[in-house]
């Protein structure tokens, strides 16, 4: 017998079909793909002991209070903490990922620090003296803007430049409002605290006026679809002005006053520069009751005089011989470029300290990276909606990568002073102080601060609990002092942050799901002659950037809604219009 | 005499299928004590839960460690070989032993013990068949490709079986759930 190659064929298709009848290539194809589950690069997390651990959220001014499931060292899911007197219990989504950040694709790693350091002191020895050393804190009241004004102060020709600040002093306090008409602003996207503004939501009437159907507009009570651009022309209507051109009846817009007047205490906000908005808290008696006084954190004498604090309004034009940005504390404002560059010297030093290459660092001379949270080790001024101080400090729950900056100990080291305990020596200042009370987020217990040593309020700082003030009885009502008044754009940013890492998967979610435009996203009414998914350019008079555009019927006709991010803030921020144009 | 060869051709797929692929995938490891849940459950007169416990946060505590074992065996008991054995290379020496976990789920899996036997009323056994009147450990089989436990795709009561024993794959789970009309969701287990 010969075995032809014929045979052999047939043996081969044979075994090839009765492998196919098998579970064989059916299980291989399974092993495979969990195969590719560990591939090399992969992160895995840690295996070891479950534990707790307790922080606050440093990505927006709220600071909510977070507790962190850990297997060994590493915190692999993030919760609000229950009880706690600010946050209530709530984490907001972009808290819930915050542990994603310091793995992030995009994050900043390296950056050349000597180099950096070599340039900024050659721009100090190059300064004249009608120059300044600036450092911009887009998040103030942090015991780094401290640092920054004492090195400031020590510096010569040294200046700290902080965002516009909202009646300067001043929180609002949302418990006591009954009725509160909102300009615009993200109250319940955002805004303030989020659990506070939430357990709040259930005692007062929530009037939205904005040109755009936002989360906040769809879920208040009333929603005053204003004209775009008219907006302060409705607050004075309401004020006791004309509704006329506002797209809101005068009926309806007397309505409003009259409950403004009669069911209050009421609240106004709005743009801090809006004169408007000051004259309809003045008529309706918020200062003192829905707006009240807050003292500031106390801290250590030592420190004072820091150099003063510094609206970029005040900064001279080609004044900046070095510009030192901290964008490393999340959730700051984000100043267009604009604004910023022509106060800049020819040739100035701009050095970003930042963990992600978009915002400040697509213009300055040069980006160094910092922690990010949960890495920083910082702490969380008070919220806007946070009627007495508060003082909490964010751990690290995650051991940062070799070769980041802190942007604190570079400022520090150029004015030679030590800052490396500054937190601690903040902390003792507040205990000497004596007054408010802890909140120990293990526990839930709140103690007065007087029964407690320094080495056990630090302790409990340092386990994510939060010192508040207590109110200021004999402090006067606030004045709602008003700053030069800016325009009123005619088209909508969507969302108002700036820059800083968001969690990819968070994003995905957000973006594929359509609950959000997503980064270069444009909405437009129907009428507008786009469809969705069309390509186009939005143009202002800051520049062009390519977008897509997305049709949404809740979007007035010739009104452009779109997603911030910091380069759509470069565009936007100090643009009265914008147009869409079609590719 | 064409047939001969599809048909044996065919005998070898099937043959290499469900015979020698079975047996060729999985690595096979003995576990580092011969121990018996029988003796223990049996003579001792122990429960699942007297080693296997909750914690006080409701995480489970998993194989325990030596301290638990050494609790009794800090000195033989009996006169069996493998507790003399246990004795000297553990216990005496504080080692560790390293069990190899028939159970253990990938790393993106997040499974709740708490949840499923106290809340859901669940028995061990459900899960992970009858370990606990097992005479001995039986030999850890690894995958080779994917690096699991055989556990996790199936009981292994044979090496040749037409229908599934048992299992902790995602879909067991999911038709564990669907089969008692609960919640399910993606996050529920992949947090």
């Known amino acids: ?583 | 005499m064409g047939k001969i060869w599809l048909v044996a051709g065919l005998a070898a797929g099937l043959g290499a299928g469900w015979v020698a692929f079975p047996y060729a995938i999985y690595q096979r490891r003995p576990q580092p004590v011969d121990f018996s849940h029988k003796v223990h459950a049996e003579k001792a007169g122990q429960k699942c839960e007297d080693c296997h416990s909750l914690r006080e946060d409701g995480s489970f505590a998993g194989i325990p460690g030596l301290d638990k074992c050494a609790g009794c065996h800090a000195a033989p008991m009996g006169t069996t070989v493998a507790e003399k054995n246990f004795i000297e290379q553990y216990v005496t020496p504080n080692r560790q032993p390293q069990w190899m976990d028939y159970a253990r789920q990938p790393e993106n899996v997040w499974f709740s013990h708490a949840t499923h036997v106290k809340l859901g009323g669940m028995k061990c056994e459900a899960c992970h068949g009858d370990m606990g009147s097992s005479d001995g450990l039986r030999v850890y089989q690894q995958d080779r490709i994917s690096g699991y436990s055989r556990d996790i795709f199936e009981r292994p009561a044979r090496l040749v079986s037409l229908r599934r024993t048992g299992g902790m794959k995602m879909d067991d789970c999911v038709d564990c759930h669907r089969r008692n009309a609960m919640e399910q969701s993606c996050l529920d287990c992949h947090k």
């Not at chain 1, 809604?561 to 470069?570: E, K, M, P, S």
């Open chain 1, 1 to 583: 017998m010969t075995t032809t190659r014929r045979d052999l064929f047939k043996f081969a298709g044979g075994a090839a079909v009765g492998a196919l009848l098998s579970p064989a290539p059916w299980r291989l194809i399974t092993d495979t793909a969990l195969w590719s589950e560990n591939w090399p690069g992969i992160p895995r997390p840690a295996r070891g002991e479950i534990s707790a651990k307790f922080t606050n959220c440093t990505l927006c001014p709220a600071g909510c209070a977070v507790k962190a499931r850990c297997v060994g060292a590493q915190p692999v899911s993030l919760a609000g903490v229950a009880g706690h007197p600010m946050s209530r219990g709530a984490l907001c989504p972009f808290g819930i990922a915050g542990h994603h950040l310091p793995y992030h694709p995009e994050r900043l790693r390296s950056g050349p620090v000597q180099r950096v350091a070599e340039e900024v002191a050659r721009a100090m020895a190059a300064r004249q003296t009608s120059e300044y050393v600036a450092v911009f804190d887009p998040r103030p009241g942090r015991t780094a803007s401290w640092t920054y004004r004492r090195a400031l102060h020590a510096i010569p020709g040294g200046l700290y430049i902080r965002p516009a600040a909202p009646w300067s002093g001043a929180a609002v306090n949302l418990d006591a409002a009954r009725i509160v008409v909102s300009f615009g602003m993200p109250l319940l996207d955002g805004w303030g605290t989020p659990g506070n503004v939430v357990a709040a939501r259930e005692h007062f009437r929530l009037i939205q006026v904005e040109a755009v159907e936002s989360r906040t507009a769809a879920m208040a009570d009333l929603w005053l679809p204003v004209r775009p651009g008219q907006e302060r022309a409705l607050a004075a209507a309401l004020a006791g002005g004309t509704a006329e051109g506002t797209g809101i009846a005068q009926e309806l817009v007397r309505q409003v006053a009259g409950e403004l007047a009669t069911n209050g205490p009421a609240l106004v906000l709005g743009p801090a520069d809006w004169p408007e908005i000051a004259e309809l808290n003045r008529q309706c008696g918020a200062a003192g009751r829905t707006i009240v006084a807050r003292r500031e954190t106390p801290v250590p004498e030592a420190w004072q005089p820091g150099a003063a604090e510094t609206g970029w309004s005040a900064v001279e034009d080609g004044s900046l011989r070095v510009l030192l940005i901290d964008e490393g504390a999340g959730g700051g404002d984000y100043v267009p470029w604009s604004t910023i560059e022509r106060k800049l010297a020819p040739g100035a030093a701009v050095v970003a300290f930042t963990g992600t290459p978009e915002g400040y660092a697509r213009h300055a001379n040069y980006a160094l990276p910092v922690a990010v949270y949960p890495e920083a080790v910082d702490d969380i001024p008070a919220a806007v909606d946070s009627p007495v101080a508060v003082f909490r400090l964010s751990a690290s729950l995650v051991a940062p990568p070799e070769g980041l900056v802190s942007a604190t100990d570079f400022v520090s080291h150029l004015a030679g002073i030590d800052a490396a305990a500054a937190l601690r020596e903040r902390a003792d200042a507040i205990c000497a102080a004596g007054r408010g009370r802890v909140f120990q987020t293990a526990s839930g217990a709140v103690t007065a601060l007087k029964e407690m040593k320094p080495d056990d309020f630090w302790k409990a700082l340092s386990e994510g609990g939060c010192w508040l003030d207590e109110p200021d009885p004999k402090a006067p009502p606030p004045e709602l002092s008003t700053g030069a008044a800016g325009f009123t754009a005619s088209f909508a940013i969507a969302e108002t942050r700036g820059a800083g890492l968001v969690s990819p998967l968070l994003s995905k979610l957000h973006e594929e799901s359509h609950l959000r435009l997503g980064k270069h996203e444009v909405a437009l009414h129907p009428s507008s002659g786009f469809r969705d998914g069309d390509r186009a350019a939005l143009e202002t008079g800051c520049g062009r950037i390519l977008v897509v555009v997305r049709r949404d019927s809740s979007v007035p006709p010739g009104v452009v809604q779109a997603a911030a991010g910091a380069d759509l803030i470069d565009l936007c921020g100090a643009a009265e219009s914008a147009r869409v144009v079609r590719l």
